[in-house]
């Protein structure tokens, strides 16, 4: 008899999921976020407060599950690739919004439009943002994703350092390139075995050599990576500037940590470096203050607000930036995509739009105080990020929004990495850049300014 | 003549055709789609992956040109690289250093043989990535057992990985690939009676006059297998991936890894594709080597 009412039971259940499937439904997010890691803040926010909140609106019926991983940018950006280039993958994605154009190009990206119709066209929440901030995740006026915000690049600096060597750090700004070294060889002859200056390059930084070493010290020379026709640049002064800038920190004077360029898990190195006050000045993205040196994060500096300030990149000489500027940053935004072969293509979205809302960003806020894109969304108190926001963003540029820029930008990382491994000379190095951005652009797309 | 069989013909077929199936979906399809892929552009990301063009031999030139074919980082190189990385790691050291071990463990107690045989084998059954990070452990130049080693000596700490990543993977693959050839070999003497020895004993022969003129002729034809054998698995070995990801500046990056990187860093499939086709027809020759030395053994002229 037991027996017989446990089989009804069963198969009653069997027959409910059956008959009702589409109550049911799982939803993964995968980011490069891990709960005391990597973006620890941006986990503990998804976990917390996004996945809660949203099973609570949809009911029991919707399961969703974050995947952490916690591997590098580029590793992400490959299993992605791989996953919607077969089907697979998760259905919402943390993804550089760099990386939109040759993802679009290839096929692996839909516009949102497109995936989940109306819904989001009558968005409210498009109200709330900017052109700008829609940009950043747009490409040829689609929009394919959401960010979570734009950064600046600035000089991170030990103040504590400074001071040992007599340097004031409330008035410290470097004017010129020149002015920056001098800082550096002050620090470095003060304690020899210190690597004052960190300027990323190398291959296993990936973007991150792109972004915060290469396009700083280049800007400051007048320079991007392409001209304004969106020829690429393969042979110029700017570049060999550039490359004997990186030449005379890591190989000439040893002011920067070499071995840290060229090792797997060099960035985390630097960040090391900086914690241990073995780095006096570091080129990050703001990201650095929010994230990595958070309070409970692995790299956290003691005493952050007393011993961490902040400097302005300067161009190589003063007026010679880009656009004639003194100083010189990047900006980038990374944020969420929908995976194009997602089984819920409505509910992803609506899982996205629900990550974005007013609610959403504002408990955000509570985990990682930054500048939302949504302008209903309060600017949190902080007063580091109201200073870098106001001296910056109206100094600062994009990388090119084109699909070919993700290839020359690993050419790049190359370039550096042998010029700052001692393999190559500026010259050589560049001569090689050369080569490899024809084979990859068509010489028709490039442009040489020697 | 007529051959023996269990089955009829068309029952035999019937039940080889699932397998035969599967070879044909997972082996032979994908055999040619890649040398169909290595004549396009085709890439993953970027417009080339909805839409690649042919491009004939093109990525085949790339990888034989002149220009660039000796920059590290490129195909030649990565060649040069690996053809060096198989003769100093499987060759001189796999097999010699098996053969040494063998050799040596012929004359030792059976309870230090044992011994031997147990911590060899060891190395050899233990899953890649574990190894991988314990030479890792090993090598490292901030906390590595090795530099505690050197400094408790008092030799000055070695930047390993940096300094000299190819002689790290070149110790890497030895270790790792000895425990093979000493088992072979190991086996192989095992199997010579020990009457030919007690006679060379009797006539007062040195253990390296018995090696040269009793066991290693006896043994010739294991020593070919085993040298066929190492060598394509070094030739393909990818785990030095784990150690140095190919670095730094490319000086690690053998053919399996420069594959690796083309197609699934790159994106490059086409390029990929290419060097894929080559090593395959690399691997063809060492294996049509093989075949002809097995018949030849089969046949009674090398063994």
């Avoid at chain 1, 560049?430 to 300014?449: D, F, H, K, Q, W």
């Avoid at chain 2, 034989?64 to 790691?89: H, K, Q």
Wanted: charged share 20%; proline share 4%; with cysteine.
């Amino acid at each position: 008899m037991r027996i017989h009412l446990h089989a009804f039971w069963l198969s009653l259940a069997a027959a409910t999921t059956f008959a009702s499937p589409t109550i049911s439904a799982d939803l993964s997010i995968t980011c490069r976020c891990v709960e005391g890691g990597v973006n620890s803040e941006l986990a503990a926010w998804v976990k917390k407060s996004v996945i809660p909140g949203f099973t609570k609106m949809k009911g029991d019926g919707v399961k969703v599950t974050l995947t952490e991983f916690a591997g590098s940018d580029e590793q992400l950006t490959q299993q992605l690739a791989l996953d919607f280039s077969t089907g697979a993958g998760p259905d919402v994605a943390g993804f550089d919004g760099f990386l939109i154009p040759s993802f679009v190009e290839g096929g692996l990206l839909k516009p949102l439009d497109e995936l989940a119709g109306d819904a989001v066209t009558k968005w409210d929440g498009w109200s709330h943002i900017t052109e700008g901030s829609k940009a950043l995740m747009s490409y040829q006026g689609k929009a394919y994703g959401l960010s979570l915000g734009t950064d600046v690049r600035v000089i991170f600096v030990r103040a504590d350092l400074l001071k040992e060597a007599g340097i004031d750090p409330a008035s410290w700004q470097p004017k010129s390139w020149a002015d920056l070294l001098d800082t550096a060889r002050k620090l470095k002859a003060k304690k020899p075995d210190s690597f004052p200056l960190q300027i990323n390059a190398g291959v296993p930084m990936g973007e991150a050599t792109t972004m915060q070493g290469y396009w700083m010290a280049l800007l400051g020379t007048g320079e991007e990576v392409t001209d304004d026709k969106g020829r690429y640049i393969v042979s110029s002064q700017g570049i060999l500037d550039t490359l004997n800038l990186y030449k005379t920190v890591y190989v000439d004077e040893k002011l920067g940590d070499q071995r840290a360029q060229l090792l797997g898990d060099g960035r985390n190195r630097t960040f090391a470096n900086f914690r241990d006050g073995k780095t006096a000045l570091l080129l990050e993205s703001d990201w650095f203050y929010r994230s990595v040196t958070a309070s409970d994060s692995e790299f956290a500096v003691e005493n952050r607000d007393e011993v961490m300030t902040w400097a302005k990149m300067p161009a190589k000489e003063p007026g010679k930036g880009i656009r004639g500027q003194d100083f010189v940053t990047i900006s980038g935004g990374t944020g969420f995509v929908l995976n194009p072969n997602s089984d819920e293509k409505e509910l992803a979205w609506e899982l996205l739009a629900f990550m974005n809302s007013k609610e959403q960003l504002a408990e955000f806020q509570k985990y990682e105080p930054r500048i939302r894109i949504r302008d209903d969304v309060e600017i949190a108190e902080a007063p580091f990020l109201a200073e870098t926001s106001q001296a910056l963003l109206p100094l600062t540029t994009a990388r090119p929004n084109d699909a070919k820029y993700n290839a020359v930008s690993a050419e790049v990382q190359r370039m550096t990495e042998a010029v700052v491994s001692g393999e190559l000379s500026p010259e050589q190095a560049m001569s090689r850049y050369r080569e490899a951005v024809i084979r990859i652009v068509g010489e028709e797309n490039t442009v040489s300014l020697l | 003549m007529k051959s023996f069989s269990l089955l009829s013909r068309g029952t035999g077929v019937a039940f080889l055709a699932p397998a035969g199936l599967l070879i044909g979906a997972f082996v032979i399809a994908p055999f040619f789609w890649v040398i169909f892929v290595s004549f396009t552009n085709r890439s993953l990301l970027g417009r080339t992956a909805v839409d690649p063009d042919f491009v004939g031999l093109a990525n085949y030139f790339s990888l034989f040109d002149a220009a660039t074919f000796f920059t590290r980082g490129e195909f030649g190189s990565s060649l040069i690289l690996t053809i060096e990385f198989v003769l100093l790691s499987a060759v001189v050291g796999q097999a010699a250093l098996g053969m040494l071990l063998a050799w040596l463990l012929q004359s030792v107690p059976k309870s230090l043989k044992h011994l031997t045989e147990t911590v060899a084998i060891g190395a050899w059954i233990l899953p890649e990535v574990v190894i991988a990070f314990a030479w890792f452990a090993f090598l490292d130049y901030e906390n590595g057992t090795l530099n505690m080693i050197m400094e408790a000596l008092g030799f000055p700490p070695g930047d390993w990985l940096l300094s000299f990543p190819f002689w790290a993977i070149v110790v890497f693959n030895t270790w790792r690939g000895t425990a093979f050839s000493m088992m072979l070999f190991n086996s192989a003497f095992s199997s010579i009676p020990p009457s030919y020895f007690q006679a060379a004993d009797v006539a007062g022969a040195s253990s390296w006059q018995k090696f040269r003129d009793i066991g290693l002729p006896l043994i010739r034809g294991h020593v070919v297998t085993d040298l066929i054998l190492i060598t394509m698995w070094s030739f393909n070995v990818f785990t030095p991936f784990l150690l140095t990801s190919g670095g730094p500046s490319y000086r690690t990056e053998i053919l399996p890894i420069y594959t690796y990187r083309i197609a699934f860093r790159d994106f490059d499939f086409g390029k990929g594709a290419a060097v894929g086709v080559v090593v395959m027809l690399i691997n063809l020759v060492f294996a049509l080597f093989y075949l002809w030395v097995m018949r030849r053994r089969a046949k009674g002229v090398a063994a």
